[in-house]
Nanobody, 125 residues
Framework: QVQLVESGGGLGQAGDSLTLSCEAS????????LGWFRQAPGKEREFVAA????????EYRDSVKGRFTISRAYAGNTMYLQMNSLKPEDTAIYYCAADVTVGTVEASSEAYDYWGQGTQVTVSS
């Protein structure tokens, strides 16, 4: 059983930076793909970024490329999402997720097996 705990959400203004953290426990984290998803009110959950723990392969949704950076502390069990140049449309609950099937970095939420409880990010204009 994999447990995921997010932290680091909060309030910001357009142009600000925030860093989210996801601490993972249980399972063989180094074999997994960990990702960030977000869900805004009235909208479906959408992919933000993901990283394959073993080799650091990364994928991003187009709207965050160049602004967000996903990373992991390889020696530990923590994944990060550095969010720069925040926009009001980044406002959402951000979820950490783990795909325990060894393979490619997936953008579909259906590929992920475990989810955190989410952390709120609110960006004002």
């Amino acid at each position: 059983q994999v447990q995921l705990v997010e932290s680091g959400g909060g309030l910001g203004q357009a142009g600000d930076s925030l860093t989210l953290s996801c601490e993972a426990s249980g399972g063989t984290i180094r074999s997994y793909v960990l990702g960030w998803f977000r869900q805004a009110p009235g909208k479906e959950r959408e992919f933000v970024a993901a990283i394959r723990w073993g080799d650091g392969s990364r994928e991003y949704r187009d709207s965050v490329k160049g602004r967000f950076t996903i990373s992991r502390a390889y020696a530990g069990n923590t994944m990060y999402l550095q969010m720069n140049s925040l926009k009001p449309e980044d406002t959402a609950i951000y979820y950490c997720a783990a795909d325990v099937t060894v393979g490619t970095v997936e953008a579909s939420s259906e590929a992920y097996d475990y989810w955190g409880q989410g952390t709120q990010v609110t960006v004002s204009s």
